[in-house]
């Protein structure tokens, strides 16, 4: 994983493999609004709703990039942040479980 300092706060941001992938497919406004779900996050990372079952620890914040609901997940603690991965509700959970295993 990647690692951001980040002026807001004193938490650090870390970037999955898979998360950093996704993001360069982004175009500029999609870039923009992924942005600010990230800058929410980092404010509160309690703001995602936490799993539990396989999932647990991971948080997952839902937010609207080009009028469409995307999930985004993430894990946290008082130091850090680690976003997981991004994407639509058609197959989220399934391939964020998949990840979660390797």
Known sequence: MKKRN?????????????????VKKLQKQE???LDNAVLYILNDPSIGEDKVGD??????????MNKHLTLLS???DSADINLLTFGSHENFY?????????
């Open 6 to 22: 980040t002026p807001l706060d004193k938490r650090k941001i870390y970037i999955s493999a898979a998360f950093g992938r996704k």
């Open 31 to 33: 870039k923009k609004e």
């Open 74 to 76: 993430y894990t946290y």
């Open 55 to 64: 999932l647990s620890g991971v948080s997952v914040h839902k937010f609207k």
């Open 94 to 102: 399934r391939e964020l479980k998949k990840y979660k295993k390797a």
